[in-house]
């Protein structure tokens, strides 16, 4: 029987109700006659742990993490600390230590859920957005000069490396290729931007070479966002900079209904370290520990997992699964329904043997 790794870091707030539901899922699938067993170890990491220890990690996580085949996140963020502390201190530097440079974020209206665009019908939005995560306009490079004067300035430079961005573009051409449409639009701004941008173009060129069977073509960012609105279903798979990918994923987690939805994977592609997978949405305290949690976007979170470790069967299962709950209306109030986590949890469990 195939054994895989599984590392959980439930961290902060609904963190701690959805990775356990999630973990029961996957359990579900497993199962007898799943095919393979998980060996899952779950980490006490993020804020609490902050404050027994002063870390938001074991000082030797990134090392204790290396041997898994994939890593269960949650979310991280608390009420009562700064920014720089949780996300940093544990979510990118998983990010960053792992060089998880493709940021996947596949959105889809689900049975069951409304988009807020009136045209939109469950079925017509499917989109997977692969985000630069590496580099670009997050490099953090750049300055202030002149603090407090009348011609103070500040810069904040992009950086683009043809390594980083050929690997990015590969990415999505793989994924584009896999899809049965073999779409891949490329957004930049290049009519305005004339140096990354114009090189992102290039190289688009350069790697499309390799995938012949894959249609591509270019959008400006601008002109892409008001597609998305206007013209969804002209959209498959979409490659973007660190900042471009990062706006028009939140849109396109807003066309597709809600937060509570929203997977994402943080892939090393090369496979030389582990990937992340965890839900969109942060720690949400507003809800936390009222069992309220929508568990969707990390029962979607656990698919993408199972694909990447090689359960693609179990992958579709869940999926089936988790639309057919939709589908029935067993939906949380973020999505306008009335259930709760555990009832939610419950019902794709039951899909899941039911479709044994
Ligand atoms: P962070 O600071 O880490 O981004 P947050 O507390 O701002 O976390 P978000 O995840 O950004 O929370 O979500 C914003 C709001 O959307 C939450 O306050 C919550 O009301 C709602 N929300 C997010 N995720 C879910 C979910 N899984 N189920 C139900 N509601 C959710
Ligand atoms: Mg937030």
Redo the contacts with the bound molecule.
């Keep these: 029987m195939r054994t895989h790794r599984i590392a959980a870091i439930p961290a902060d707030?609904?963190g701690k109700e959805?990775i356990p539901a999630g973990l029961r899922v996957l359990e579900a699938l497993a199962g007898r006659d799943g095919g393979f067993r998980l060996d899952v170890t779950e980490f006490p990491w993020g804020s609490d742990y902050y404050r027994q220890t002063g870390r938001m990690m074991a000082e030797d996580g990134l090392e204790t993490l290396k041997g898994f085949d994939a890593i269960f996140f949650g979310?991280?963020?608390d009420q009562h600390l700064p920014?720089d502390i949780t996300?940093w201190g544990l979510r990118l530097r998983i990010c960053q230590g792992f060089d998880q440079y493709a940021n996947i974020r596949p959105t889809r209206v689900l049975p069951g859920l409304t988009s807020p665009l009136r045209e939109v019908a469950p079925g017509d939005i499917d989109w997977v957005i692969v985000r630069e995560n590496s580099e670009g306009e997050y490099a953090g490079h750049g300055g202030r000069a002149h603090r407090g004067h009348p011609e103070e300035i500040a810069t904040e430079t992009a950086i683009f490396t043809r390594a980083g961005v050929t690997r990015i573009m590969r990415t999505a051409f793989e994924i584009a290729a896999k899809r049965p449409r073999k779409l891949l639009t490329v957004v930049t701004k290049s009519n305005a931007q004339k140096h990354g941008m114009v090189f992102w173009d290039e190289i688009a060129a350069e790697v499309a070479r390799d995938y012949p069977s894959v249609t591509w073509e270019k959008e400006l960012v601008d002109a892409m966002a008001a597609r998305m609105v206007r013209r969804p279903r002209s959209i498959d798979t979409v490659v973007a900079t660190n900042l471009h990918a990062d706006i028009l994923s939140d849109l396109a987690g807003a066309v597709a209904g809600?937060?509570?939805v929203a997977p994402t994977a943080n892939l090393d592609p090369s496979r030389r370290f582990p990937s992340m997978f965890e839900?969109?949405?942060?720690?949400?305290?507003?809800?936390a520990g009222k069992g309220?949690?929508?568990?969707v976007?990390t029962f979607w979170t656990a698919a993408m997992m199972l694909d990447h470790i090689g359960e693609a069967s179990a992958a579709a299962r869940l999926m089936t699964a988790v639309e057919r709950v939709c589908a029935d209306g067993v939906l949380?109030?973020?999505v306008g329904g009335t259930a709760n986590t555990e009832q939610v949890t419950q019902a794709v469990i039951a899909a899941i043997r039911g479709a044994n």
């Design positions: 707030g609904i959805v979310a991280v963020g920014d996300l809600s937060l509570g839900p969109i949405h942060g720690s949400a305290f507003d809800i309220a949690a929508n568990p976007a949380t109030a973020d």
